[in-house]
Nanobody, 115 residues
Framework: QVQLVESGGGLVQAGGSLRLSCSAS????????MGWYRQVLGKQRELVAT???????NFADSVQGRFTISRDNAKNTVYLQMNSLKPEETRVYYC?????????WGQGTQVTVSS
């Protein structure tokens, strides 16, 4: 089992920045990939960015060049740095961890971008 706890969401003006954190605990040695997804109520959850245990990253086209994802293995934490935020990126952001046998989700953190 893996437990994920997100933090860092909040209210920011358009063009501003936020950094989300996701702390993992439990069977962290089994995690192959971690990432961030976001969702508007009533719509499908969408990929934002992922990072593998080897450090390879992947981003949605819409955030390429504005968002970065990184990990601190000593703290078992993954970060999502979000710059130049847009009002349409107001979502609940979820942390995700993938092992060879399961996927895990955090509880989500609200990001609101005001225009």
């Amino acid at each position: 089992q893996v437990q994920l706890v997100e933090s860092g969401g909040g209210l920011v003006q358009a063009g501003g920045s936020l950094r989300l954190s996701c702390s993992a605990s439990g069977s962290i040695f089994s995690i192959n990939r971690m990432g961030w997804y976001r969702q508007v109520l009533g719509k499908q959850r969408e990929l934002v960015a992922t990072i593998t245990s080897g450090g390879s990253t992947n981003f949605a086209d819409s955030v390429q060049g504005r968002f970065t994802i990184s990990r601190d293995n000593a703290k078992n934490t993954v970060y999502l740095q979000m710059n130049s935020l847009k009002p349409e990126e107001t979502r609940v952001y979820y942390c995700n961890a993938v092992t060879s046998v399961s996927k895990y989700w955090g509880q989500g953190t609200q990001v609101t971008v005001s225009s």
